[in-house]
């Protein structure tokens, strides 16, 4: 089945430093990635996505590229800031064959400090 | 425009209660999905309607667990005699059509004592 692993957190950073989040999948068709992310209080919110290999996602700053050959979507932000505080999650849908239904990674809490 | 709406935001339920949980999907979206995510862990796939039809429920924990759509846009999740272990926020999203991004609800939060 399909499956979602990303490094654990928490992740505590101080403004203006480089994120990496680290994230790798196991799937048996061909999926489209995303990061979702949960700023405190809120909803889920979409980050950015991919469907096909290589392609980039890009959004506020963060990125993440589809890699096939070593089944990775890993996000990078350059220059952090207090506000990217939150929990990240990378995730997958296989349409060809799960439906369109996400299948999640365990999430990664990031705390950027001043 | 109008997101997607979930209510209540917060329910206590005693064990062995049935609790009924509401989405409102943004208006127009086909696609509607239903996700529990446990604390501290990322969301799981629950359930899946595309208008009112059910078409994948095979994330559901227990046949205790139950979804409906009748009309093709609300949707409920209905648990019956909870347990412990249902604590959860249970998040529902909806989408245009089957392949288009999700949007998520703010979810609500279960606490069963």
């Known amino acids: 089945g399909n499956s979602v692993t990303q490094m654990e957190g928490p992740v505590t950073l101080s403004e203006e430093a480089f994120l990496t989040i680290n994230c790798t999948y196991t799937a048996t068709g061909y999926p489209s990635l995303f990061w979702y992310v949960q700023y405190p209080g809120e909803g889920l919110q979409l980050l950015l996505k991919?469907?096909?290999?290589?392609d980039k996602g890009s959004n506020k700053g963060f990125e993440a590229t589809y890699r096939k050959e070593t089944t990775s979507f890993h996000l990078e932000k350059g220059s952090v800031q207090v506000s990217d505080s939150a929990v990240y999650f990378c995730?997958?849908?296989?349409?060809?064959?799960?439906?369109?239904?996400?299948?999640f990674g365990g999430g990664t809490r990031v705390l950027v400090k001043p | 425009g109008a997101g997607v709406s979930q209510s209540p935001r917060y329910k206590v339920a005693k064990r062995g209660q049935d609790v009924a949980l509401r989405c409102d999907p943004i208006s127009g979206h086909v696609s509607l999905f239903w996700y529990q995510q446990a604390l501290g862990q990322g969301p799981e796939f629950l359930t899946y309607?595309?208008?009112?039809?059910?078409?994948?429920k095979s994330g559901l924990p227990s046949d205790r667990f139950f979804a409906e759509r009748p009309e093709g846009s609300v949707s409920t999740l209905k648990i019956q005699r909870t347990q412990q272990e249902d604590s959860a926020v249970y998040l529902c999203?909806?989408?245009?059509?089957?392949?288009?991004?999700?949007?998520f609800g703010p979810g609500t939060r279960l606490t069963v004592l």
């Open positions: 995730a997958l849908s296989d349409l060809s064959t799960a439906g369109n239904k996400l299948t």
């Open positions: 991919a469907t096909k290999a290589d």
């Open positions: 999203a909806s989408s245009l059509e089957i392949s288009d991004t999700q949007y």
């Open positions: 309607f595309q208008n009112e039809a059910q078409l994948d």
